[in-house]
């Protein structure tokens, strides 16, 4: 869809801002100077405008940071809730330490079509080996009171520490009353994280095909999928892309469009779609990196590599079939 036409999913990282030090996280890695929080007032001006009246998605998560941090992430969904009422809110967070009164609050402005997907990769303080930080009794408090509620994901990344526990982690999840459950494969495993060539990484799992394979793709194998989808994405300093996958704070974007906070979300839709595709297929070498990456057309051998990078399961079913597809599916992997 043309961004002239309007946009059906707008992905905002909302902020920097996390309690955790989850060790892939590039906000971990990169180390940041400074907290970013998006600007409210960006945000309602953003959602109030004529392109987004037909918005169908409106995704809160990020590269740096978790959303349930920002100072006003309660002032966000109601603004979005309030301008855009037919859209789908879908929320990524570690759910850790904010109290029940504030879940509460938040769940009074959601309703049952929203989602809210919580990344836990252990049980108890197994979560921990990953997630640095977090605090289970206030991560069990959010997911009792989001359960009831709303829409509910559990995402679990496979670590070393988890893969031969993952029927426990399914079982508890679907005791927890989620309605999904989603097991990704990673692929940020290996020397650029240990620091150290000849060790291996202690997080990676050891069943093989339980890591993603990395691909990385020539420009005439790459297939942009932000030239087919009508997404928008604004970062905590109003940075917007027309992809979630490209704001980075250390890599330069190359020449492909990206805007830094405008007057008018007009000339932010302007700046971040001039000569989009078109224009770049012509001049492969100003694609970014990250599009070799994240875009690489799939052909049958990377196929192999890369078969299942997730399994997604739905959870009101009774364990013994779920439990069933998972073993089948981490056999053929
Ligand atoms: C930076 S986080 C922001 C959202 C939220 N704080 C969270 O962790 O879900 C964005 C995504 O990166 C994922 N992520 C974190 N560490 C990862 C890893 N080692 N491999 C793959 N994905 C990872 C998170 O699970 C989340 O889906
Ligand atoms: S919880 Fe999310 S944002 Fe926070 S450090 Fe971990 S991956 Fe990064």
């Not at 990020?62 to 006003?72: A, L, Q, S």
């Not at 009422?85 to 759910?95: E, F």
Request: with cysteine; glycine share 4%; aromatic share 12%.
């Amino acid at each position: 869809m043309h961004p002239e036409k309007g946009f059906n999913y707008l992905y905002f990282e909302v902020t920097n801002r996390c309690v955790m030090k989850c060790p892939r996280c590039p906000r971990t890695y990169e180390k940041l100077s400074r907290v970013e929080d998006l600007d409210v007032e960006l945000f309602r001006k953003i959602c109030s405008d004529s392109k987004t009246k037909n918005l169908e998605f409106l995704e809160f998560g990020g590269n740096y940071g978790d959303p349930i941090y920002h100072p006003d992430f309660i002032g966000l969904i109601k603004i979005a809730k309030d301008l855009l009422p037919q859209a789908r809110l879908i929320v990524h967070t570690n759910g850790s330490k904010r109290k029940a009164k504030w879940w509460e609050e938040l769940m009074s402005h959601l309703s049952s079509k929203d989602i809210v997907l919580f990344s836990i990769d252990g049980l108890f303080q197994d979560n921990s080996i990953y997630r640095v930080g977090s605090d289970w009794e206030s991560l069990e408090v959010a997911i009792d009171i989001c359960s009831e509620a709303l829409t509910t994901v559990w995402k679990t990344i496979i670590f070393s520490f988890n893969e031969a526990r993952l029927d426990e982690i399914l079982e508890f999840a679907r005791s927890k009353k989620f309605d999904y459950f989603l097991l990704v494969k990673s692929s940020l495993f290996g020397s650029f994280w240990t620091g150290n060539n000849t060790k291996e990484d202690p997080l990676k799992p050891r069943g093989s095909g339980l890591v993603n394979a990395q691909h990385s793709a020539e420009v005439s194998r790459l297939n942009p999928r932000c030239r087919d989808q009508s997404l928008f994405y604004v970062s905590p300093t109003g940075m917007s892309y027309r992809c979630t996958w490209l704001h980075s704070n250390t890599e330069p974007q190359g020449d492909y469009p990206t805007c830094f906070r405008s007057e008018s979300f007009e000339q932010m839709i302007h700046e971040s779609s001039l000569n989009l595709f078109e224009d770049l297929l012509k001049t492969p070498e100003k694609f970014p990196s990250r599009c070799h990456n994240v875009c690489a057309k799939i052909d049958d051998s990377d196929n192999k590599r890369s078969r299942h990078p997730q399994l997604k399961l739905e959870l009101k079913r009774d364990l013994n079939s779920l439990q069933k597809e998972l073993r089948e599916w981490l056999a053929c992997q």
